[in-house]
């Protein structure tokens, strides 16, 4: 490996993964193995994962022990863990500028609640006012404050990386799902008959595969492209109704069929409804990845997702 700082990246690049052993990451790290990266990760060690054969494993802690990082130099940094401010900052401290370039994987939660539809990397972000910066790391991560901190997350690494790659996913879906949010929906409609499914039908909604996220990625830093995106598979408009219905023809066997219940019936049910937003087609699930597109991304058919997903949970039923 070349020496960080100069211009080009060679064929072969070296990347560390803060992370690499659960889904995002775990698929990046996949991702650049496959292209014949050398690949460290740095974790915890409490994640056991496949498909990871040949990578190095560092083990520590972004909120401890970080001694594993002393040593080593980087073409790219990949950083898909990273909630609070003060996380980025401690791990370019860490790192002390022994990297090229620093990829950060945000998220579309960062664009305020009343952005338009359609809108493309420049719009609104979520207000930060209520967050103290210097008190971000004592904040519960919910609903609420995800957004913001990753909006401080991004500031500091616009401060701080002057080669940088923010990538702003919206929901992620794929095997190894551990938020279970997508195979949830997968599992239901897999097992038949009638699936309760909350409206309205044309809220919007957007995913990507992290597969796909990951091969977009990786062939970024390949190629040194900076800058900051958006990725997601559909571009808008797309409905809550069609991400069922695909999930239907790929999975659901004969007969199969969803029953539509009200914003009100579906609050009334008291049974819970992943990915549903409660009846509001809100912009922020309706990006525009326009830019990601033109620069390579690319994504495979919600069916094959599907399947895909479907085949892992049962894998995983029987490990």
């Known amino acids: ?176 799902d551990y938020t279970q949010r997508f195979p949830e929906w997968v599992r239901r409609i897999a097992a038949g008959g009638e699936v309760d499914a909350p409206g309205p039908r044309d809220a919007a909604i957007q995913y990507i595969d992290a597969r796909d996220l990951a091969a977009f990625v990786v062939a970024a830093i390949e190629r040194d492209l900076q800058g900051t995106f958006n990725t997601a598979a559909p571009q808008p408009p797309f409905t809550f109704g069609q991400m069922l219905d695909e999930i239907v023809a790929a999975v659901g066997p004969a007969g199969t069929r969803l029953r539509w219940l009200s914003v009100a019936e579906a609050k009334a049910s008291a049974k819970s409804f992943p990915l549903w937003t409660e009846g509001e087609s809100v912009g922020k699930l309706a990006v525009d990845a326009g830019a990601a597109r033109a620069r390579g991304l690319s994504s495979r058919p919600l069916r094959e997702s599907a399947r895909d997903v479907l085949e892992w949970t049962r894998q995983a039923s029987t490990q």
């Open 1 to 176: 490996m070349r020496a960080a700082g100069n211009a080009l990246y060679n064929s072969t690049m070296r990347i560390l993964f803060i992370g690499g052993t659960r889904f995002v990451g775990l698929a990046m790290a996949r991702e650049a193995l496959q292209r014949g990266h050398v690949v460290d990760l740095f974790h915890r060690g409490t994640t056991s994962a496949t498909g990871l054969e040949g990578a190095t494993h560092l083990h520590g802690d972004r909120s401890g022990d970080m001694s594993a990082l002393a040593r080593g130099a980087w073409d790219a940094v990949v950083d898909a863990c990273a909630y609070r401010p003060h996380e980025i900052h401690s791990m370019a401290e860490a790192l002390a500028g022994r990297f090229r370039k620093y990829v950060f994987v945000s998220t579309v939660s960062v664009y305020a609640d009343d952005v338009p539809h359609n809108c493309d990397e420049s719009a609104a972000r979520a207000e930060t006012a209520d967050l103290d910066p210097n008190d971000a790391g004592n904040k519960a991560i919910d609903p609420r404050t995800y957004g913001p901190l990753k909006v401080l997350c991004e500031d500091e690494v616009l401060a701080r990386h002057l080669n940088r790659l923010i990538i702003r996913p919206t929901f992620v879906i794929g095997p190894d």
